[in-house]
Nanobody, 115 residues
Framework: QVQLVESGGGLVQAGGSLRLSCAAS????????MSWYRQAPGKQRELVAH???????HYVDSVKGRFTISRDSAKNTVYLQMISLKPEDTAVYYC?????????WGQGTQVTVSS
């Protein structure tokens, strides 16, 4: 199993920045893929970004150029650096790990962007 703990959410004005962190309970190199998803009120959960074990990354079009997913293997932590935030980025952000043929989720962290 994999336990995930997110942190770093908060309230920020439009145009501002935040960095989310996701600490995993095991080596992130043992995890096939780590991701950030988000869910806005009344909407379905959507993918934001993946980082694969080999280091490649993938982003949804709406965040390309503004968000960066990265990892620190020494800390078993994945980050989501968010810049140029927009009100439509407001959501609960969830960390996800795909390992052992299963999906694991963190508890979520709220990001609110005011206009």
């Amino acid at each position: 199993q994999v336990q995930l703990v997110e942190s770093g959410g908060g309230l920020v004005q439009a145009g501002g920045s935040l960095r989310l962190s996701c600490a995993a309970s095991r080596s992130i190199f043992s995890i096939n893929r780590m991701s950030w998803y988000r869910q806005a009120p009344g909407k379905q959960r959507e993918l934001v970004a993946h980082i694969f074990r080999g280091g490649s990354t993938h982003y949804v079009d709406s965040v390309k150029g503004r968000f960066t997913i990265s990892r620190d293997s020494a800390k078993n932590t994945v980050y989501l650096q968010m810049i140029s935030l927009k009100p439509e980025d407001t959501a609960v952000y969830y960390c996800n790990a795909y390992a052992l043929n299963s999906d694991y989720w963190g508890q979520g962290t709220q990001v609110t962007v005011s206009s």
